[in-house]
């Protein structure tokens, strides 16, 4: 069964400053994609950044990067330059053939 | 651009009742999912469409839940019988198909579901 799992409920930042949060996950799959999801408080989740398990190089959007250790089968995000809009709920996601695993999240705050 | 639009955005209902969710996907989109989130939770698997066709549902899914996506537009999410723990919010989110595609999902606001 396919697995993800992030181990860290909660975390906070000061502004400006960086952050990594992370995300493990299981599959004997090998062709599968990953994502990092944002929940502000009471509105839809956006995505942040996606990775494709093929791809050695790491996906970067904006502030946003991703650390992608496939063997490790680690996924971690990266957020530079906090901002406090940054504040969230943000969740892992497997994608295999078609169906997502979603992770438990981590509670963002950025602090002021 | 729409997006993916859910009706109603909350719903209140005795224990017992049935109650009813619809789901907008963006149009192109030929793939449905709906999920189940409870606070402080991660959405969980309930459902997916690809077109019409019900592909896969979840164990999660009991025998009182029932999906529907009859012309591959919009669909239907119907609980019968509710009970407490049914209570949380309903997500629903559409994609493009295609098994090498990293197409992401796009969600909806959901729908609040509370038990009485």
């Known amino acids: 069964a396919q697995t993800v799992t992030q181990s860290q409920p909660e975390m906070s930042v000061q502004e400006a400053e960086t952050v990594t949060l992370s995300c493990t996950y299981d599959?004997?799959?090998?062709?599968?994609?990953l994502f990092w999801y944002k929940q502000p408080p009471s509105r839809q989740m956006i995505l942040v950044i996606r990775?494709?398990?093929?791809?050695?190089q790491n996906a970067t959007e904006n502030r946003f990067s991703v650390n992608f250790q496939k063997a490790a089968k680690s996924f971690s995000l990266k957020i530079s330059d906090s901002q406090l809009g940054d504040t969230a709920m943000y969740f892992c996601?497997?994608?295999?053939?078609?169906?997502?695993?979603f992770g438990t999240g981590t509670r963002l705050k950025v602090l002021a | 651009d729409t997006g993916v639009s859910q009706d109603p955005r909350h719903k209140i209902t005795k224990r017992g009742q049935n109650v009813t969710f619809r789901c907008d996907p963006i149009?192109?989109?030929?793939?449905l999912y709906w999920y189940r989130q409870t606070l402080g939770q991660g959405p969980e698997f309930l459902t997916y469409?690809?077109?019409?066709?019900?592909?896969?549902k979840s164990r999660l899914l009991s025998d009182r839940f029932s999906a529907e996506r009859p012309k591959g537009s919009f669909s239907t999410l119907e609980i019968q019988r509710t009970e407490q723990g049914d209570s949380a919010m309903y997500l629903c989110?559409?994609?493009?198909?295609?098994?090498?595609?990293?197409?992401?999902?796009?969600f909806g606001d959901g729908t609040r579901l509370s038990i009485l």
């Open positions: 989110a559409s994609s493009l198909s295609g098994r090498n595609s990293n197409q992401p999902q796009h």
């Open positions: 599959t004997s799959e090998n062709n599968y994609y």
């Open positions: 990775q494709e398990a093929y791809k050695q």
């Open positions: 996601a497997f994608r295999g053939t078609y169906k997502y695993i």
């Open positions: 149009s192109e989109h030929n793939r």
């Open positions: 469409f690809q077109n019409e066709a019900q592909l896969e």
